[in-house]
């Protein structure tokens, strides 16, 4: 499968974006219906309540997902307000479903603090972690990084932008994930130079 943009669909995404180590539900953590299950209702009541579904389901295109967000600004706003609760620069930033976003900041001794940040831009010291083999982040999630990697990954994929990542690797120090209006999970792996070197998608 080749994607708009020219990245390649390399497999299914491997883990959630929206915080397996958190205990706050993702959008993955949704119940799902089997086709020819009712649930034990009759099908006439089933019936009736696909109706009110379709009715209320969103029309056209668009990413009408609920989670996310495709404002380079609002990503900005984000990490500034995590970087006021706790030392280091941003290396992650993901959005959960109840609306808050989970940053970490990676300090210069390698620890790492979970900030929690809220829709009024409220910001919660979560945890904060080191291990003896920690060191400083190589590359981070400054406001230019943020708003080159928004751009590039809505390039890529049209949606809402609901992780952005900055590690040590030199392939693909950067990483983001978008969801799709259909709600598709797109990761897209990106080169220091903000050029698309690989993506999975989660259908």
């Given amino acids: 499968m080749v994607l708009a943009g020219g990245g390649v669909a390399i497999g299914a995404a491997i883990g959630d974006e ?16 089997d086709a020819d299950d009712n649930g034990g209702q009759p099908d006439g009541d089933r019936d009736d309540r696909d ?7 969103p029309q056209g295109g668009g990413p009408v997902t609920g989670i996310g967000t495709d404002s380079a600004d609002e ?3 984000i990490a500034d307000a995590a970087r006021g609760a706790a030392d280091g620069d941003v290396t992650s930033i993901d959005a959960k ?25 409220a910001a919660t010291v979560i945890s904060t972690e080191q291990d003896d083999d920690d ?21 890529e994929a049209d949606g809402m932008i609901t992780d952005l990542d900055a590690d040590n690797d030199e392939v693909s120090p950067y990483d983001a994930s978008v969801l799709t ?4 999970s797109i ?10 070197v690989g993506t999975d998608i989660d259908d």
């Fill in 51 to 57: 109706d009110d579904d379709q009715q209320g389901a």
């Fill in 135 to 155: 060191s400083a982040p190589t590359n981070t999630l400054d406001e230019a990084t943020i708003r080159a990697l928004v751009d590039a990954a809505l390039a």
């Fill in 18 to 33: 929206f915080g397996d180590d958190d205990d706050r539900p993702s959008v993955s953590d949704a119940p799902r219906g």
């Fill in 75 to 77: 990503l900005v706003e």
């Fill in 97 to 121: 479903r109840d609306g808050t976003w989970e940053v970490q900041l990676t300090a210069a001794n390698g620890s790492e603090t979970e900030v929690r940040v809220d829709a009024d831009l």
């Fill in 181 to 184: 209006s259909d709600r598709r």
């Fill in 187 to 196: 990761d897209i792996d990106f080169s220091a130079d903000f050029a698309v």
